[in-house]
């Protein structure tokens, strides 16, 4: 556990920094459209890509991803140039802040819709049982507020009748936006897995540890042919929706109740306990992946945008015959 | 003996699943011995056990995993039950299959098969047409074969595409058109339109279930008045051959576009649209359309026959078209 403890770590510690920079960025008018942060999902998202094998399994990266992203094996470089619509990136400009993904590695590019991209990562697996590979399996993440999308719901349900290795993570942060839980649903959370007949597991998404043994024992579980999992992982969005939001909606007693829960400096705490980390090695860490972060921010704010006049208009790979 | 459209598209998913082990089949109540509510699939199950796959009802997953399986390797054949249930699937194909590859540089290699069209009965909610609502979403191919052959050749380039097509088959045609084969000596490659019978009065343009009726109202003109009609079989609506449309048309020229969809932005708007901008010149008289009426389907047989154009009310546009 050691080592996927340090690497979700670095994943965590280097998302904040990456996450840091494009909140300065914007807020400098240096980005448009929007930012939208993983503040208070590192720990969620790095434990869910941390056990998967890239090239093998596949994982459809959710808004507040970047951890897991990192987790996964793609550097903060891939979503610098999202960002800034950099020609070497691999969405040319054509979409741009969290969508975009390396299908033939194994990640979606999410469209916007809320919840379209879970059937997605069903098919994608069942594309591998097809084709006889059984122990590769799917992680798909969404918010607590997408859990109500009809999409969502066709999927899990279809994933779950199918009886796909897929692990189904919902990133409980309390909100959708600026709507409260109590709005979106009637029930509990980990019911609606256990509805659909899923194997379900709940943690403390602020908790490193108990979310990292959550999401091993979810992925080995569903590695180990035990069908489709589903995870609730509870944390608080600790910045606004997107850069532009303030949050003012969430009382401040909720805020108050999180301001030592910090996932980040929870999973510092913990791995120094454990004797996994020091105060240097986490100094020599944390200088490593700011400096990876400017390089990066650097080199796709340098890099070539799209041009119209040479951009080839063409929505499909196949062209009729004339 | 003789075989029917709906035999052909049976005939081109069975080759299809034998040549290529990465086709496979997924929809509601297609498998088992059941093989879906038109018996499109009836047999396959058995024949490619594992590759016939029934979903729960949930057209948007369909097509979600339909989306999936291509990116992993795959080539699936989706079967909407209905092309009007198809709508329930609409975001997934045109947001996310017809927006991938100019998004990723990734083709999403499925098919999606959608029974349209009226049938007496059939009613509001099992008749409709919908080929521009799919059309009108960049990425997508839009298929509406109106022969045997074209049935069977079109499934199966639609599956050798690398993109989404959206496969729209004529329920009306399922069992009411019959050939001798299927097979074509000379089949046309997809994207081009077929002139479907030959004269100089006027052009119909006409795709779907509207080719046998335009074929119908030309023979009814022929004998009844001397005409000699044009009919221009589309064969996809997108790509649509624009330029077999304006050779027709600078040949006759006199236009009439028939389509069994609503009138509203419709494929005989888009036809229209381009003959009125690119061959305005080419006219001797205004572009005229014939479609099924802006109102829901209606369900009683008398109602639905006078809703959808007929050969009777074709051939009553072609005359005053002429008259003009
Ligand atoms: C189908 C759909 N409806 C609405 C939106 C607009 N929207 C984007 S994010 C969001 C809130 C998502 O909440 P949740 O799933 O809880 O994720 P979180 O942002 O809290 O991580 C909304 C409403 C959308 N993208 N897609
Ligand atoms: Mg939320």
Known sequence: ???????????????????????????????????????????????????????????????????????????????????????????????????WGKPLEGTTAPISHL??????????????RMQGITDAVGVTCYGDGTTSVGAFHEACNMIAVLKLPVIIVVS?????????????????????????????????????????????????????????????????????HG???????????????????????????????????????DAALNRECTDEVQRSVAQAQKEATPNPATEDWQATSWRPFR | MPVTYIDAIHQA??????????????????????????????????????????????????????????LGGMKPILEMQFADFGLLGLNQMGNNAGAHYYRTGVPINLTLR???????????????SLEALFAHFPGLHVFTPATVADAYYMLKQAVQIPDPVV????????????????????????????????????????????????????????????????????RSVKPMDTDTI??????????????????WGGVASEVVARVAAEGLHLLDAPPLRLTSKDTPIPSHADLWKAHRPHSNDIADAVRYLISL
């Open chain 1, 172 to 240: 409980n942060n309390q909100y959708a936006y600026s709507t409260p839980n109590t709005q979106e649903f009637a029930c509990d959370l980990l019911d609606r897995g256990r509805g659909y007949g899923l194997t379900s597991h709940a943690c403390d998404g602020t908790d490193f540890l108990q979310t990292l043994e959550t999401m091993h024992s979810a992925v080995t579980a569903a590695r180990r042919g035990e069908g489709p999992q589903w995870v609730v992982a509870t944390t608080l969005r600790m910045c606004g």
């Open chain 2, 13 to 70: 998913m069975q080759e299809l699943l034998e040549e290529d082990p990465r086709v496979f089949l997924m929809g509601e109540d297609i498998a088992g011995t059941f093989g879906g509510a038109f018996k499109a699939t009836k047999g396959l199950e058995a024949q490619f056990p594992g590759r016939v796959i029934n979903t729960p009802i949930s057209e948007d997953a369909i097509v979600g995993f339909g989306i999936g399986a291509a």
């Open chain 1, 1 to 99: 556990m050691k080592e996927a403890a340090l690497k979700a770590y670095k994943a965590m510690v280097m998302a904040r920094a990456f996450d840091t920079k494009t909140s300065a960025l914007y807020k400098a008018g240096k980005i448009l459209g929007g930012v939208f942060l993983g503040r208070g999902h590192e720990a969620i998202a790095a434990c869910e890509a941390v056990f998967l094998r890239k090239g093998h399994d596949v994982y459809s990266p959710f808004i507040r991803e970047q951890a897991g992203r990192c987790a996964w094996g793609d550097s903060v470089l891939e979503s610098a140039r999202t960002y800034f619509g950099s020609v070497e990136g691999c969405m040319h400009g054509r979409d741009g802040n969290v969508h």
């Open chain 2, 167 to 234: 496969f729209m088959e004529h329920k009306f045609l399922y069992r009411w058109l019959k050939a001798d084969t299927w097979h074509d000596p000379q089949p046309l490659p997809v994207g081009k339109a077929r002139i479907a019978r030959a004269g100089e009065h006027a052009t119909v343009i006409a795709f779907s279930a509207m080719v046998p009726e335009a074929l119908k109202a030309a023979d009814l003109l022929a004998s009844a008045s001397g005409y000699h009609i044009e009919v221009v079989d589309l």
């Open chain 2, 246 to 263: 304006l050779a027709s048309v600078a040949r006759t020229g006199r236009m009439l576009v028939v389509s069994e969809d609503f009138p």
């Open chain 1, 243 to 281: 850069e532009h939001d303030d949050a003012s909606y969430i009382p401040e007693t909720l805020k108050a109740a999180y301001a030592d829960r910090d996932p980040l400096a929870v999973a510092r705490r913990q791995l120094i306990e454990c004797g996994w980390l020091t105060e240097d090695t």
């Open chain 1, 115 to 128: 919840g379209a991209m879970a059937a997605v990562i069903g098919g994608m697996v069942l594309a591998k």
């Open chain 2, 114 to 128: 959608m029974p349209c069209g009226g049938t007496p009965g059939g009613g509001p909610f099992h008749s409709q």
